[in-house]
């Protein structure tokens, strides 16, 4: 998409008002070194349109609370199992691959999704094949085709069903 397509003003306005902070939070709070954060962030949204148009994620809040509580807790749970099998005397692992069935569709969506899977310790996707995603898993005992499952309905419901 080129950077003259149509936008809404709220999805421009978000965009330079997370620039602006990012810059205010570099730069610091002093007033003379706001024109050329207000310019640096002009531009940072003119190359993250060029580079990442809006697309069709729309957060809700309520899920996306869940999902990011749930993604804590895994992640506090899963480092907490992958240090305990690191430590021990004895490895206890039974790593190998999974094929998980996806449904969310080719493109950004799945992509976003694949990058929070990727940060669970355990267990990491490693490329599509059509609608399965293949994940190295270091337990085959643990339940990962399901955990993934409850993952992607969750991601789902807060950030791509209205």
């Not at 993604?71 to 899963?78: D, E, H, P």
């Not at 004895?90 to 999704?113: H, M, Q, S, Y």
Request: a neutral charge; proline letters at 10%; glycine letters at 8%.
């Amino acid at each position: 998409m080129s950077p003259d397509a149509p936008y809404r003003k709220r999805d421009l306005a978000a965009r330079f008002a997370f620039f602006v902070g990012l810059w205010l939070m570099i730069a610091g709070w002093s007033p003379k070194d706001l024109p050329v954060g207000v310019a640096a962030a002009a531009g940072a949204v003119w190359i993250s349109l060029v580079l990442a148009p809006p697309g069709d994620l729309r957060p809700h809040f309520a899920p996306l609370v869940v999902l990011v509580f749930r993604f804590l807790r895994g992640s506090i749970v899963a480092g907490l199992d992958v240090a305990r099998r690191a430590l021990a005397p004895r490895i206890d692992i039974e790593p190998g691959f999974v094929a998980c069935p996806l449904t969310i569709p080719p493109g950004f969506a799945r992509n976003a999704f694949c990058l929070h899977q990727s940060l669970q310790p355990g267990s990491l996707p490693t490329g599509a094949e059509g609608d399965r995603l293949m994940v190295h898993a270091l337990d085959m005992s643990q339940p990962i085709a399901a955990r993934l499952a409850e993952d992607e309905a969750l991601f789902d419901k807060a950030l791509l069903h209205e």
